[in-house]
């Protein structure tokens, strides 16, 4: 069984990850609806990646004899600026999470749950891995820029980074 302390915070890592999920399904569906089906593509598989995460630490919390909850969500953001918009808030989004997994390493040290420390360790590179896919695709944006073709080929670009794009949408 988990701490109390321990295992609230991995609810909310939970809720986290869900919304993540949602936000870059919403993203996604903005990428379609302005004709950027890269995008749209690689945001929709990320999505489904983050449906991944919630389900890893839902399990892990189950798995303890510890109730792992489902809880409500807020609505994501629908409306965005314009692509490189998107991805800087994917970036500060990815920023916010790793900060939430620090924090949740460093209870789980302190409580010396070492189960739940192991554990983490996958979200911690996974967080850094996030990161630099994230940061890599703004870097990309200001390398091609966006002047005549440059949408459309930021957007190309960002659709080969899509790991399950045949799950995404057309
Ligand atoms: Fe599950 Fe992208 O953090």
């Known amino acids: 069984m988990l701490k109390d302390n321990v295992l609230k915070k991995l609810n909310e890592q939970i809720q986290l990850e869900h919304y993540s999920a949602n936000l870059y399904l919403a ?11 890269g995008s749209a593509r690689f945001l ?19 798995e303890t004899g510890s109730m792992a909850l489902v809880s409500s969500i807020d609505a994501p953001q629908t409306e ?24 949740l390493v460093e209870l789980a040290f302190a409580e010396k749950d070492f189960s739940s420390f192991n554990f983490l360790q996958w979200y ?30 930021v957007d190309k670009e960002i659709g080969k980074l899509s790991t399950v794009a045949s799950q995404g949408p057309a």
């Open 27 to 37: 993203m996604s569906s903005w990428c379609k609806v302005n004709g950027l089906d």
């Open 80 to 103: 965005f600026k314009d692509l490189r918009n998107v991805f800087e808030k994917t970036f500060e989004h990815e920023k916010l999470v790793s900060a939430r997994i620090n924090d």
């Open 124 to 153: 911690v590179a996974e967080q850094h891995e996030e990161e630099a896919l994230f940061l890599g695709i703004l870097d990309r944006m200001d390398v091609i820029g966006f002047d005549g073709r440059g949408l459309y080929m």
């Open 44 to 62: 929709y598989a990320h999505s489904a990646e983050e449906m991944m995460h919630m389900h890893k630490l839902f399990n892990y919390i189950n």
